[in-house]
């Protein structure tokens, strides 16, 4: 079951769907940045010299098996056509990737479009509440140069965060045990997260993400998902 959460400021009650793509979400950002754009400078350092691709993925602490049962069982439910098709490697163009990675579990789509993915936020946050698991939904987008991540905790969000160099998408929404959420600037709770003063110059968003994602213990980030072990392939069968 999807749960709902809005964020309630002197204009009233807006819904929130926490996906950097999603013209709901921009909406609720541009609610939010209208009186409350960050001013935190961003120097990015040069530990990373080039962009991560378009992507988005899944690191779940949950085995392969028990998400592809999930995946399968939600797919079912939505009337959206999975099909196993681990197999036929010549199916693999378009379809939805199950990855090992040590203790977690990878999900991602890296031959698909990114406009055209299943795996966006609404769907991943549906898949960690129906395994109750920890992890977190990541990924980059070029349009913008959005860096965005979702953590959750037992299937819960406990923070989403997204941050674009050009006009998008940038905000923190942390999520509370009584269903209320609050709203922080991106660069400030990444400065904070990373041991940096508000006042720092020095925010490098790729160092935030990855230090997070360590934490869960996904290290080093594999957007493409190349040389990870592939558990199952599950492909669209059906027009989406």
Request: include cysteine.
């Amino acid at each position: 079951m999807m749960h709902n959460w809005f964020l309630i400021d002197e204009d009233g009650f807006h819904p929130i769907h926490h996906s950097p793509r999603t013209p709901q979400t921009a909406r609720t950002a541009q609610a939010w940045t209208r009186n409350h754009a960050s001013t935190t400078p961003l120097h990015t350092t040069p530990l990373h010299t080039t962009d991560w691709p378009a992507f988005t993925q899944l690191a779940v602490d949950a085995s392969p098996a028990r998400v592809h049962q999930a995946l399968l069982e939600l797919s079912a439910e939505n009337q959206l056509e999975l099909e196993d098709v681990t197999p036929n490697p010549e199916l693999w163009n378009e379809a939805l990737y199950i990855a090992n990675d040590r203790c977690l579990t990878l999900v991602g789509e890296p031959m698909t479009d990114l406009d055209e993915r299943i795996l966006q936020a609404p769907v991943a946050e549906t898949l960690m509440q129906r395994l109750a698991a920890n992890g977190a939904f990541f990924g980059y987008d070029p349009a913008c140069e959005t860096l965005h991540l979702t953590v959750f905790d037992a299937g819960r969000p406990v923070f989403s965060w997204a941050d674009s160099n050009l006009p998008g998408p940038s905000y923190t929404l942390i999520f509370h045990p009584d269903h209320t959420c609050t709203h922080e600037d991106p660069r400030y709770f990444a400065l904070h997260k990373l041991g940096f003063p508000p006042t720092s110059p020095l925010l490098d968003r790729y160092a935030f993400v990855e230090s997070q994602l360590r934490t869960l213990g996904l290290d080093p980030v594999c957007p493409e998902l190349l040389e990870k072990q592939i558990a199952a392939v599950l492909r669209h069968t059906a027009p989406r």
